[in-house]
Antibody, heavy 125, light 107 residues
Framework: EVQLVESGGGLVQPGGSLRLSCAAS????????MDWVRQAPGKGLEWIGRIRNKPNSYTTEYAASVKGKFTILRDDSKNSLYLQMNSLKTEDTAVYYC????????????????WGQGTLVTVSS | DIQMTQSPSSLSASVGDRVTITCRASQSTSNHLNWYHQKPGKAPKLLIYGASNLQSGVPSRFSGSGSGTDFTLTISSLQPEDFATYYC?????????FGQGTKLEIK
């Protein structure tokens, strides 16, 4: 059974840092790209970034809203994904989800077929 | 960035009803369009990928259609467990973007 379990959320002051983790099991983690999506309280979903797999040099992509302050990392030996968040602002308050990225078809259809339960990050003084 | 606009933003319907939700992209996304639903306090769940492909394990009452800029999600006969918020998402280009959501409520 595929499982993604996030941890590391909590209350942090503006300007602070936090590192989220996502522990994966039930599939070959190293094969997949992995993404982070967040959801502010009462709001919709916002894609924030991706890390590709080893054959694709672990390259990363970020949304403009987090580029330069968030960093996505992975450790395939531990089946783990990380989100390092620096210079946090109140507008970064959200539930953060990790999601497994799957790709299929000749045109490379991308979709998020498994999601973690989410971890809440609250940025407040 | 590609903007995704869903309509309606909210919808009241009854068990057994046929429901259609639409999603429009600000530019073509070919068929790189996914649908999810989300229940309160839970993670989103994938329903449809590639505009019309039913995700494994998802009931056949869900179907998707469209290409280019206009897409629809149809639920042929609403069940109690279908009351949730529905999101479309384009994965044609980065950054991936979601619609604002359609909240499906019980009438």
């Amino acid at each position: 059974e595929v499982q993604l379990v996030e941890s590391g959320g909590g209350l942090v002051q503006p300007g602070g840092s936090l590192r989220l983790s996502c522990a994966a099991s039930g599939f070959t983690f190293s094969d997949h790209y992995m993404d982070w999506v967040r959801q502010a309280p009462g709001k919709g979903l916002e894609w924030i970034g991706r890390i590709r797999n080893k054959p694709n040099s672990y390259t990363t992509e970020y949304a403009a809203s987090v580029k330069g302050k968030f960093t996505i990392l992975r450790d395939d030996s531990k089946n783990s994904l990380y989100l390092q968040m620096n210079s946090l602002k109140t507008e970064d308050t959200a539930v953060y989800y990790c999601a497994r990225n799957s790709i299929t078809g000749t045109t490379g259809l991308v979709y998020f077929d498994y999601w973690g339960q989410g971890t809440l990050v609250t940025v407040s003084s | 960035d590609i903007q995704m606009t869903q309509s309606p933003s909210s919808l009241s319907a009854s068990v057994g009803d046929r429901v259609t939700i639409t999603c429009r992209a600000s530019q073509s996304t070919s068929n790189h369009l996914n649908w999810y639903h989300q229940k309160p306090g839970k993670a989103p769940k994938l329903l449809i990928y590639g505009a019309s492909n039913l995700q494994s394990g998802v009931p056949s009452r869900f179907s998707g259609s469209g290409s280019g800029t206009d897409f629809t999600l149809t639920i042929s006969s609403l069940q109690p467990e279908d009351f949730a918020t529905y999101y479309c998402e384009q994965t044609y280009s980065l950054p991936h973007t979601f619609g604002q959501g359609t909240k499906l409520e019980i009438k």
